[in-house]
T-cell receptor
Framework: DGGITQSPKYLFRKEGQNVTLSCEQN?????MYWYRQDPGQGLRLIYY???????QKGDIAEGYSVSREKKESFPLTVTSAQKNPTAFYLC????????????FGPGTRLLVL | GENVEQHPSTLSVQEGDSAVIKCTYS??????FPWYKQELGKGPQLIID?????GEKKDQRIAVTLNKTAKHFSLHITETQPEDSAVYFC??????????FGKGNQVVVIP
């Protein structure tokens, strides 16, 4: 069963805590992306990675960090520097960086306690 | 960067009628335009896309039209069904592996 998986489905963060959201794909896609979605808003790009061991900042990277040590994995860490982390986080992938079609995972909802 | 706007923000249609959602974009260099359907609490699902070398593309009850001169593209859903109720997002590719998304349209199909 191929696709993109995100875990957990819901995540709670306490003040001053870093949390990590998981994104895994078995589609053999080179490029992976993280988006943030707020109610009534479009998707905003946080970070993206075109290839293993490489990633670039998107439009709202402040307070977030990523790593791309394996082709199939692209975890996102929401740091304590992100003052408004409550949102729906979506991971996506595409075959190659030059292939424009992106496919999304089911999302992780992050809530602040 | 690219700016994508969607209209209307909410659309209610009677079951069986057609629904049309329009998006405008600002960057004339954009050459790829996908549409996504998002159900509550789920990730967006790609339903159709169009590249700038064609003006129209159909897939069963769904079609997308592109007007490069006017810089707008539209999603057409015919014979709407209750399961078509969802939020629909348009996007435009503007280079450097970036998609710019609209804010979404809530489509409600009334049985």
């Amino acid at each position: 069963d191929g696709g993109i998986t995100q875990s957990p489905k819901y995540l709670f963060r306490k003040e001053g805590q870093n949390v990590t959201l998981s994104c895994e794909q078995n589609l053999n896609h080179d490029a992976m992306y993280w988006y943030r979605q707020d109610p009534g808003q479009g998707l905003r790009l946080i970070y993206y990675s075109q290839i293993v061991n490489d990633f670039q900042k998107g439009d709202i990277a402040e307070g977030y960090s990523v790593s791309r040590e394996k082709k199939e994995s692209f975890p996102l860490t929401v740091t304590s520097a992100q003052k408004n982390p409550t949102a729906f986080y979506l991971c996506a992938s595409s075959i190659q960086a030059s292939e424009k079609t992106q496919y999304f995972g089911p999302g992780t909802r992050l809530l602040v306690l | 960067g690219e700016n994508v706007e969607q209209h209307p923000s909410t659309l209610s249609v009677q079951e069986g009628d057609s629904a049309v959602i329009k998006c405008t974009y600002s960057d004339s260099a954009s050459n790829y335009f996908p549409w996504y359907k998002q159900e509550l609490g789920k990730g967006p699902q790609l339903i159709i896309d169009i590249r700038s070398n064609v003006g129209e593309k159909k897939d069963q009850r769904i079609a997308v039209t592109l007007n490069k001169t006017a810089k707008h593209f539209s999603l057409h859903i015919t014979e709407t069904q209750p399961e078509d109720s969802a939020v629909y997002f348009c996007a435009a590719y503007y280079g450097n592996n970036r998609l710019a998304f609209g804010k979404g349209n809530q489509v409600v199909v009334i049985p």
